[in-house]
T-cell receptor, first 111, second 115 residues
Framework: KQEVTQIPAALSVPEGENLVLNCSFTDSAIYNLQWFRQDPGKGLTSLLLIQSSQREQTSGRLNASLDKSSGRSTLYIAASQPGDSATYLCAVTRNTGKLIFGQGTTLQVKP | GAGVSQSPSNKVTEKGKDVELRCDPISGHTALYWYRQSLGQGLEFLIYFQGNSAPDKSGLPSDRFSAERTGGSVSTLTIQRTQQEDSAVYLC?????????????FGEGSRLTVL
């Protein structure tokens, strides 16, 4: 059974810091891994999608890496801003089509 | 519409009543998902529709839960004889690609409170 773990559960940093969020999964036979952002009381917004054949994806100040063999992904946020404060979730997909989510990391960026 | 639309955004009901939650996916998206997010919990998979294939219902927690997708577009999640533990945010997502290979787009969710 696929399990997805995110560490840390919560993180508080001062504005301007670079930071890394971690995601690990137990079954390396995945199709892809996605990182999402969820603001309080809102739905999820897709940030980055990494296919199983890829090693990383970048969008603006965000960079996500994927190491299938070790079952790990990281989301790197450069020069963090207060507007980055949210919960970040990773999810993996296998051939069943459904996504398995981690519990999320709640990030607070202090001005 | 431009995004995934869910209704109602909020629903308060009494224990034992039936509720229907609606999801309008992005036009042309063949894959549609329902997830449930309880307070302080992660996202729990409920059901997955892909085109005309039989849906993956493996996540439905009990036979009080059912879902249908008419004409490959709009989906309705029905909860019969609601219980207090059904209180949660029900999220719908759609994707243009099958098998979870594409990016998922989520709606804002329907918050269900069972008194």
């Amino acid at each position: 059974k696929q399990e997805v773990t995110q560490i840390p559960a919560a993180l508080s940093v001062p504005e301007g810091e670079n930071l890394v969020l971690n995601c690990s999964f137990t079954d390396s036979a995945i199709y892809n891994l996605q990182w999402f952002r969820q603001d309080p009381g809102k739905g999820l917004t897709s940030l980055l999608l990494i296919q199983s054949s890829q090693r990383e994806q970048t969008s603006g100040r965000l960079n996500a890496s994927l190491d299938k063999s070790s079952g790990r992904s990281t989301l790197y946020i450069a020069a963090s801003q207060p507007g980055d404060s949210a919960t970040y979730l990773c999810a993996v997909t296998r051939n069943t089509g459904k996504l398995i989510f981690g519990q999320g990391t709640t990030l607070q960026v202090k001005p | 519409g431009a995004g995934v639309s869910q209704s109602p955004s909020n629903k308060v009901t009494e224990k034992g009543k039936d509720v229907e939650l609606r999801c309008d996916p992005i036009s042309g998206h063949t894959a549609l998902y329902w997830y449930r997010q309880s307070l302080g919990q992660g996202l729990e998979f409920l059901i997955y529709f892909q085109g005309n294939s039989a849906p993956d219902k493996s996540g439905l927690p009990s036979d009080r839960f059912s879902a249908e997708r008419t004409g490959g577009s709009v989906s309705t999640l029905t909860i019969q004889r609601t219980q207090q533990e059904d209180s949660a945010v029900y999220l719908c997502a759609s994707s243009a690609l099958a098998g979870g290979t594409g990016e998922l787009f989520f709606g804002e969710g329907s918050r269900l409170t069972v008194l």
